[in-house]
């Protein structure tokens, strides 16, 4: 945001090559996130990098269901758009702790030729989990692919779901990130045994291959490391600590 702060790993969510423009989601959670969210009209961000890592391998297979959880339902938004152009008949599953946690469902709904929508408090369709909807959609009709991002919980119990089914899943890994390039190391994850960086060769993998519990301790070392810095933090004005916020930022598409 400023010159000299960390850079922020965020997926671009909406894109306006005409305006110029993209639109991210992101939680505030970090120093840096609560920057970009204190950012008013015609305010700048100091520099923007990208795209990183590989591009999403987008085919057209048939039936694919995508799966997210919490801030995932932004991040999956355009993998639907990009798979229902492939040609596929795409499937959204999509789970929240409450009504007002679920986010982008008309856009989604536009996309997908159905939605499923799981709460944990059943304040909205299913009380259930979203891994809980996935099992019954494969119970009951051929699935060629799912797409999963979100909670490494929920991610794994996918992974041993689809695994089961015989299933391929792909996987989006958001891992904590200093310098997006590859030289920091603290994006490291362990895929088919092997430790890879995601910056440069995600954040797409073979969920089969994904070693989640590294990935989960990994992703908690920097949220013990995130939340002792946040106590040094004063809460931005009249938002609770991780309101989850969209931007739009212009002059990026320009040439």
């Known amino acids: 945001v400023e010159q000299g702060d960390e850079r922020i790993p965020l997926t671009v969510v909406e894109s306006d090559a005409r ?9 505030d959670l970090t120093n840096d996130t609560k920057k970009l969210g204190d950012l008013s009209i015609k305010e700048e961000v100091f520099s923007i990098l990208g795209p990183l890592g590989m591009p999403a391998n987008i085919e057209n297979v048939g039936r694919v269901v995508c799966v997210a959880t919490g801030i995932g339902a932004a991040q999956i938004l355009p993998i639907c758009r990009a798979y229902a152009e492939a040609g596929n008949k795409v499937v959204g599953i999509i789970g929240a702790k409450t009504k007002k946690r679920i986010l982008l469902e008309a856009q989604i709904r536009l996309t997908c030729s159905k939605v499923m929508i799981a709460t944990d408090d059943g304040s909205y369709e299913r009380k259930a989990k979203a891994t809980d909807l996935l099992k019954e959609l494969i119970e009951k009709q051929p699935v060629d692919l799912v797409y999963a991002i979100g909670s490494v919980d929920m991610m794994e119990a996918v992974a041993a779901a689809t695994k089961t089914a015989k299933i391929p899943l792909r996987v989006q890994l958001k ?44 992703i908690n070392a920097f949220k013990e490391i995130d939340q002792w810095h946040n106590r040094m933090l004063r809460p931005s004005p009249g938002r609770n600590e991780g309101t989850i916020l969209t931007r739009f930022l212009s002059g990026i598409l320009k040439k």
Do not use: W
Request: aromatic share 12%; glycine share 14%.
């Open 175 to 218: 891992p904590y990130m200093v310098d997006c390039m590859g030289m920091c190391g603290s994006c490291r994850v362990k895929v088919g045994g092997q430790f890879i960086l995601s910056c440069i060769d995600g954040p797409e993998f073979n969920g089969h291959k994904v070693d989640y519990q590294d990935y989960a301790i990994r």
């Open 19 to 27: 305006r110029g423009t993209i639109a991210v989601v992101f939680q």
